[in-house]
């Protein structure tokens, strides 16, 4: 419709079908731009199927698998195990008397409860390690030689837990030796003074079963020279078999009483006694208990008994003499029983030697006394054995004597020549080992002339003799072991009173005669405790 000129409306022929033809045009568009995607969709999606199945992936060789049936293999036959014991048949070619019955050959005694509460089946690192019994001089370094049960468990690594069983059944120790050695120290604990000591005279008053033993018979026994020398030995008893002051253990008090009296009677310049016997008995007790414990309280006390043993060491005077006033540091020698002088005892020495070497263990500082013990032990021997160059070492024998005078120029008259015992221990505990000739040869002479045949015996030798040949090993020891550890297990006084567990004094010879039953109990104790008490010198060669 539109408006002329003169303002009257009019349609226009064909407006309104020009309209609908316009929406006809909109509507084709709207169809053809659906179809037009629709198909360039399906020519897409055509082509990514068709891409798909045409494309292969690369061919991969994959290797055949092989299915095989394994048969179970073959039940093993188990085989019974063979029990353990460490009872050994003994043999002894001893002709037997009435008086000196022959020790049985077969102990089939009792086992005593031994045990701590507090047991590992390691050993412990107890000491210091380079310090085992054959360690030259207590020296350091790469090139020491360690005895078998040395290494990372030290001098006392054997003393408890399983190293201690393993000691036992390789060494030959038994059930019965075992069994003894805790009746010694029940005996002990129940002759303990009040104050921690053990008294050689009026020790019976302490037991409160009878019949009572008998009282010391030791003409100065009660003072307290003997005294700290016998409470030395007991605690060196049960140090020896593992029991110290503070782990848990059955004779934790005793030991600890037993320290404590030592430590009270310590005099003022640090001594343990006036003469060297006691002092080197109760430094060797209280460096041991340090080195198993660390316990620090007992440092100090140890290393006071040390530097008297220093202080008192000899000075070899045949050589060139040091500047009035002053002491040649590399001129050691022995020990007398009290103060410097010409006269080097060789009994006392070898407890001096014991007690430097248990404190090197304990990691104290022994100076150079050790180097004067070598240079006595070498001058000594080679003195009172002139042809000792041309000796064999697994045949010839070698003497060791008493007493040994550096003031003059040959040592002084021969006299007592019995301490080839002392000497073998000493060259033990200075660095002598298995196919030496001085070991060796002293080591004869104890096999051929000092092996005791029954007990009563000299206690004594018996002590150093078992701690030596146990330290040279092989043979010759099993041949003394099956003499002497029945012998001590069949003379133990057995019972309910107070004599139980102890060994008697009479016949024992040596100054053990004279002062009685606890200074003979200590070394037949001491003796059954030789399979652990040390680490042994490698001796696997010796055959001896």
């Not at 568009?29 to 292969?56: D, E, N, Q």
């Not at 660095?431 to 002479?445: F, I, K, R, V, Y």
Request: aromatic residues 10%; contains cysteine.
């Amino acid at each position: 419709m539109t408006t002329d000129v003169n303002g009257n409306d009019e349609f226009v022929d064909g407006a309104e079908d020009g309209s609908e033809e316009e929406d006809d045009r909109r509507q084709g568009s709207g169809w053809a731009g659906w179809l037009i995607s629709f198909t360039f969709h399906a020519l897409l999606i055509g082509l990514m199927t068709t891409i798909y199945f045409l494309v292969k992936p690369p061919d991969v060789d994959v290797p055949p698998v092989r299915v095989a049936t394994i048969e179970p293999p073959p039940k093993k036959e188990e085989k019974p195990k063979e029990e353990r014991t460490l009872e050994t048949t003994v043999e002894l070619d001893v002709q037997a008397d009435s008086d000196h019955p022959n020790p049985i050959s077969q102990l089939d005694l009792p086992v005593e409860n031994s045990e701590r509460e507090e047991e590992s089946d390691n050993p412990v690192a107890k000491g210091r390690e380079e310090a085992v019994a054959d360690s030259e001089m207590g020296g350091s370094g790469a090139f020491m030689a360690i005895g078998a049960g040395g290494g990372s468990s030290g001098m006392f690594g054997s003393r408890t837990g399983g190293g201690k069983k393993r000691a036992v059944g390789k060494f030959g120790g038994s059930k019965g030796s075992e069994s003894a050695v805790d009746a010694a120290l029940r005996w002990f604990k129940k002759h303990q003074s009040p104050n921690g000591m053990w008294d050689p005279v009026k020790y019976p008053a302490n037991c409160t079963e009878d019949p009572k033993c008998e009282p010391g018979k030791y003409s100065n026994v009660g003072d307290a020279e003997t005294t700290m020398a016998m409470t030395g030995y007991a605690v060196l008893c049960f140090l020896g078999a593992g029991y110290d002051h503070q782990t848990p253990n059955k004779y934790k008090a005793v030991v600890k009483k037993g320290l404590d009296y030592m430590i009270s009677a310590q005099k003022a310049d640090g001594s343990l006694g006036t003469h060297n016997y006691q002092n080197a008995i109760a430094t060797m007790a209280l460096a041991e208990a340090f080195a198993m414990t660390g316990d620090p309280a007992l440092k100090t006390p140890a290393q006071n008994g040390v530097n008297t043993i220093l202080a008192r060491q000899n000075q070899d005077l045949a050589k060139a003499p040091a500047a009035a006033g002053t002491k040649d540091p590399y001129g050691g020698f022995g020990w007398d029983y009290s103060a410097p002088n010409g006269r080097s005892d060789s009994s006392v020495t070898g407890w001096n030697v014991m007690a430097l070497k248990s404190a090197l263990a304990a990691q104290l500082n022994i100076g150079n006394g050790m180097e004067g013990a070598k240079q006595w032990l070498e001058k000594v021997w080679k003195a009172n054995n002139p042809d000792w160059a041309k000796l064999d070492p697994y045949k010839g024998e070698s003497v060791f004597p008493y007493q040994y005078m550096s003031d003059q120029a040959n040592g002084g008259a021969p006299g007592h020549q019995g301490l080839a015992c002392v000497g073998a221990v000493c060259a033990v505990f200075l660095g002598h080992h298995a196919g030496d000739t001085m070991l060796e040869s002293l080591c004869n002479t104890i096999m051929n002339k000092q092996t005791p045949a029954a007990y009563p015996c000299n206690t004594y030798y018996m002590y150093y003799n078992t701690l030596a040949i146990f330290q040279v090993g092989g043979e010759r020891f099993k041949r003394w072991n099956t003499t002497v550890r029945d012998m001590l297990v069949n003379a133990q006084k057995k019972g309910n009173g107070c004599f139980d567990g102890s060994w008697d004094w009479e016949g024992t010879a040596f100054h053990g005669y004279d002062v009685g039953r606890v200074l003979s109990t200590a070394y037949c104790c001491l003796s059954l405790e030789v399979y652990y008490r040390y680490a042994q010198v490698a001796a696997a060669d010796n055959k001896k």
